[in-house]
């Protein structure tokens, strides 16, 4: 059964610097990998989708890599800004049928002025 | 602008009270889905939709129910609602045909509710 790993579950950061938020995941045998940012009491907006076959997608300062061997994606957000104070959830297909999706819990990231 | 609207955005209600949330799309997605959020379990998917009159169950569908009779709406439906339903509820839609970006998921605002 697939389960989804973010680890940590909070975080806290000064302005400026480059970081790394990890997402883990037990069947290596993904459709794709999705990256989403969710504001406080606000809905979920995605950020970056990873396709199988891919090992990487950029969007601006967020960089997103898939290592499917190893069951890990890690998105990296470079000169952090307080902006970019969110929780961060990836999200895998339970199975190739890409239809049900499973959530990892987030990592709540704060970004200190 | 493309966009998922779910209505309403809080609702307070009382046990075995039938409610309805709605959930309608402006992007000609086949595939709906709703889930749940909840402190310390994170999201779970209750009910998804792959197309018009094509609904099956996610990971805790017990006490909701679903219809898809247009392609744009996916109502969430609540026969009973008890106590341990009050959580935060957003639905999603996306694209299904064709590869890359159109696989992304797109999700309303959400709706609090609360069963007293």
């Known amino acids: 059964k697939q389960e989804v790993t973010q680890i940590p579950a909070a975080l806290s950061v000064p302005e400026g610097e480059n970081l790394v938020l990890n997402c883990s995941f037990t069947d290596s045998a993904i459709y794709n990998l999705q990256w989403f940012r969710q504001d406080p009491g606000k809905g979920l907006t995605s950020l970056l989708l990873?396709?199988?076959?891919?090992r990487e997608q950029t969007s601006g300062r967020l960089n997103a890599s898939l290592d499917k061997s190893s069951g890990r994606s890690t998105l990296y957000i470079a000169a952090s800004q307080p902006g970019d104070s969110a929780t961060y959830l990836c999200?895998?297909?339970?199975?190739?049928?890409?239809?049900?999706?499973?959530f990892g819990k987030g990592t709540r990231l704060h970004i200190l002025p | 602008e493309a966009q998922v609207t779910q209505n309403p955005r809080y609702l307070i209600t009382v046990t075995g009270k039938k409610l309805t949330v709605t959930c309608s799309q402006n992007m000609n997605h086949e595939y709906m889905s709703w889930y749940r959020q909840d402190p310390g379990l994170g999201l779970r998917q209750i009910y998804y939709?792959?197309?018009?009159?094509?609904?099956d169950k996610g990971d805790v569908p017990e006490g909701y129910k679903v219809s898809r009779k247009e392609k744009r709406n996916f109502p969430l439906i609540l026969e009973s609602p008890s106590p341990n339903q009050t959580s935060l509820y957003f639905c999603a839609s996306r694209s299904i045909t064709g590869f890359s970006t159109k696989n992304i998921q797109y999700f309303g605002a959400g709706t609090r509710l609360s069963v007293l």
């Open positions: 999200a895998v297909p339970v199975d190739r049928r890409d239809d049900k999706i499973i």
């Open positions: 939709s792959m197309n018009v009159e094509v609904t």
């Open positions: 990873i396709q199988s076959s891919q």
